[in-house]
C-alpha cells in the first residue's frame, strides 16, 4: 500500500516542493510545482441564508453557503450590494469581479447558464445542446451541482425536459424560491 506524506514547501515563497512515496518495496521522491496563493473569506447573507465568499488576487473563486448559520468572517460590503441587488426586482445590473476556475466542460456549461434571462429556464438538454454535446445533459447537471458560485452563475435556472424543477446544491426550497422571485 502506498502512502503520500504531506507537501513540504521550501519556504514561504517557493514553488517546488517534495513528496515521499513509500510502498513496501520503494521509496522515492515526487517534486512537484505548487504556487501559494493568498485568500480573502469574507460573509455575505440573502433572503436564503448565510454564504461564505472566497476570493484569491483576481477575484471571487467561490460562494460557499451556510444556510441559516451565521459566517465567523468579516462582511463584504461590496459583494453584499450585489447580492441585495441579484434579490431585489430590478436585478443583478453587472456582476463582480469573478475567476470561474473547471474544467473545460464545466467553464461551458457555466457560460451558458450565464446566458439564461432573468425570469426564464433551460432545461438541462437544451444547454447540452447549446455548448454542443447533445447527448451530456446529466453531465450538465453534474457542472451545475458542482457550480462554485451560485446565484451569480444561475444554475438555479436549469430545469429538467419536462419542466419539473430538479435538484439544487443548495435545496430544491431554495430554488423554487429563486425561480418564483425571478419570474414575479
Not at 21 to 45: D, Q
Not at 136 to 141: L, Y
Not at 157 to 165: A, L
Request: positive net charge; charged residues 15%.
Amino acid at each position: 500500500m502506498a502512502s503520500i506524506s504531506a507537501f513540504q514547501a521550501d519556504g514561504p515563497s517557493s514553488n517546488l516542493g517534495c513528496r515521499t512515496i513509500s510502498s513496501n518495496k520503494l521509496n522515492f521522491f515526487l517534486y512537484v510545482n505548487a504556487k501559494i496563493i493568498s485568500m480573502n473569506t469574507k460573509s455575505v447573507s440573502s433572503p436564503i441564508g448565510s454564504f461564505d465568499a472566497f476570493y484569491n488576487e483576481i477575484g471571487l473563486i467561490q460562494l460557499s453557503f451556510l444556510g441559516e448559520c451565521k459566517s465567523k468572517h468579516p462582511q463584504d460590503q461590496k459583494l453584499q450590494k450585489s447580492i441585495d441587488d441579484f434579490f431585489s426586482n430590478k436585478g443583478l445590473q453587472s456582476l463582480p469581479s469573478i475567476n470561474l476556475q473547471g474544467t473545460n466542460f464545466q467553464l461551458l456549461v457555466w457560460k451558458a447558464l450565464c446566458s439564461i434571462p432573468r425570469g426564464s429556464t433551460a432545461s438541462y438538454r437544451a444547454i447540452a445542446e447549446q455548448i454542443g454535446s447533445p447527448n451530456a445533459a446529466r453531465a450538465v447537471g453534474t457542472a451545475c451541482k458542482l457550480n462554485p458560485i451560485p446565484l451569480f452563475v444561475p444554475c438555479h435556472r436549469v430545469v429538467k425536459q419536462d419542466q419539473s424543477i430538479g435538484q439544487f446544491a443548495l435545496g430544491t426550497k431554495n430554488k423554487k424560491f429563486l425561480l418564483e422571485m425571478e419570474s414575479s
